[in-house]
């Protein structure tokens, strides 16, 4: 599991599509299952993580931004779900 874990590091620190290749035919057909499931997900998704390795600095963190605040607004209902605006119901209610 240590050489597991070393190989592992050793392509995604370097960037290196081809220690990705080689990483995933030595783990391919382990005998530890957990191992073999993560190789078998990495070849499901090998473009995009081959992609990660080509373009590390591209990321997607300030559109998840962008549409963390939008949730956030919608779901406050920009002021119209507000406890005042419940209790003003209340007494109107009444």
């Not at 599509?17 to 030595?26: S, T, V, Y």
């Not at 931004?65 to 507000?82: D, Q």
Request: glycine letters at 8%; proline letters at 2%; aromatic letters at 10%.
């Amino acid at each position: 599991m240590v050489r597991f874990l070393t190989d592992f590091h050793l392509w995604l620190d370097l960037n290196d599509e081809a220690a990705l290749d080689g990483f995933i035919n030595n783990y391919r057909d382990s005998n530890i299952d957990a191992v073999a499931q993560f190789v078998n997900g990495l070849i499901k998704d090998y473009d995009a993580v081959k992609n990660c390795l080509v373009y590390p600095n591209i990321s997607n963190g300030p559109v998840e931004g962008i549409n963390s605040r939008t949730k956030y607004v919608h779901r406050r209902g920009g002021g119209r779900a507000s406890v005042e605006l419940l209790c003003a119901f209340r007494v109107l209610a009444s």
